[in-house]
């Protein structure tokens, strides 16, 4: 078993920093995503995901004296409802955000929280979006406050389409997402790079459905069949793809799928056998990679949830907050923010760079299939199938990085 080790353990007390250090805090953070509903078994992992390693960091002392409490709250994948709780978070003195689950709510809680930085100096918050990745959220729409821990969904794209493009065998492909802002930015970025990468390859249908109201992908599954599509791209995460998998199983869809969220809850139980071999993700986590440097963490969250890890960016983001708090010796989130550009960190599959001109992280990016655990290659199993992720490529961080057109307006 490899420990990980990362950038911010073995910190010193602060005890031992000498004048000018700050009494150590217990930082809250909020954690604003669905608990209810269609989407609440993926929140329910994501929140067990950062209180898991928040508790790790505590242990380990990896912020210098300080604690974090990681705080639930339901936001039944709503705006408007991620906006109020955003207010009562504030009213508790939680001066730290962390979402993830829908675009739609990370562009609301992005405006608001820059407004109320800006209308309320001295009470500053610092909002960490791990897995929210409309492109726009770091390029036309970037603020100073937002950090974004995941890879943006042209950046997955550009690898998945990287490795998609040297497959002779995809001719005809199919695009399936939500109809919200990240869904169209998958459709658009697939269209535009497989044009580039592969203009013959043929797109023989899209869709764009409702996010997490779509109970029966039967007719869906139908069209695509329909196409004579032999391969499926699509964004859907949540139950939207757990549906959609189990409809294409029971539907004798032969095509390949190639997905961004196959890891999550609930997929790979729909998926079972009949997606070994054709089921593949992009993502920047995989714990059957060579050199992998989390299985303690993995094994542990199973120890003690009977669930899997697989929210690297809860694990990346504690690390960076501990480690700008340690080398600031402060929770202040207008210091912490200052020492987070820019910031880098050894997460559990390599290194990851907080890029300072757009607050995007800069990761190594995994293609990877659904395959038969064999002890060796796939050591790992998801939700107790028997069948974990087989490591097809590991791209470079500079492979996936896209170029960015924000233009951060910092304070002062």
Known sequence: ?????????????????????????????????????????????????????????NQKDWAGGHKFEVVGFDNKLSPQESLTILKQAVDQGIRYVVQGNGSSVGLALQDAVAKHNERNPG??????????????????????????LDANSDMKMEALTTYLAKDPNVKKVYLINQNYSFGHQVARAAKEYLKRKRPDIEIVGEDLHPLAQVKDFAPYVAKIKSAGADTVITGNWGSDLALLIKAAKDGGLNANFYTYYGATTGVPTAMGAAGAERVRYVGYYNPNNEG??????????????????????????????????????????????????????????????????????QQPLTVATWTKVDGKEIK???????????????????????????????PG
């Not at 004048?19 to 954690?31: E, L, N, Q, R």
């Not at 094994?299 to 907050?321: P, Q, W």
């Not at 990851?352 to 995007?360: G, K, L, N, P, W």
């Not at 199938?385 to 910092?410: F, I, L």
């Open 380 to 410: 790992y199993d998801q939700e107790n199938t028997g069948y974990g992720w087989k490591t097809n490529a590991v791209m470079d961080a500079a492979v996936a990085a896209q170029p960015t057109s924000c233009k951060m307006k910092r």
């Open 123 to 148: 009470k500053e918050i610092i909002y960490l979006n791990y897995a929210a990745v409309d492109p726009d959220m770091t390029n036309s729409k970037c603020n100073y406050w937002h950090f974004r």
């Open 292 to 361: 992998f440097r989390g299985s303690d963490v993995i094994e542990g969250y199973k120890k003690k949830y009977n669930d899997d890890f697989y929210v690297m960016a809860s694990y990346t983001g504690i690390a960076m907050l501990s480690k700008a708090m340690r080398d600031t010796r402060s929770t202040d989130p207008v210091k912490v923010a200052k020492a987070l550009e820019g910031i880098k960190v050894e997460s559990m599959n390599g290194t990851v760079e907080m890029r300072a001109s757009d607050h995007q992280a």
């Open 1 to 57: 078993m490899i420990a990980l080790r990362p950038l911010v353990a073995g910190a010193v007390l602060l005890a031992a920093l000498g004048p000018g250090a700050a009494a150590a805090d217990t930082v809250k953070i909020a954690f604003i995503d669905p608990l209810s509903g269609l989407m609440a078994p993926v929140g329910q992992n994501q929140l067990k995901s950062w209180q898991y390693v928040a508790e790790l960091a």
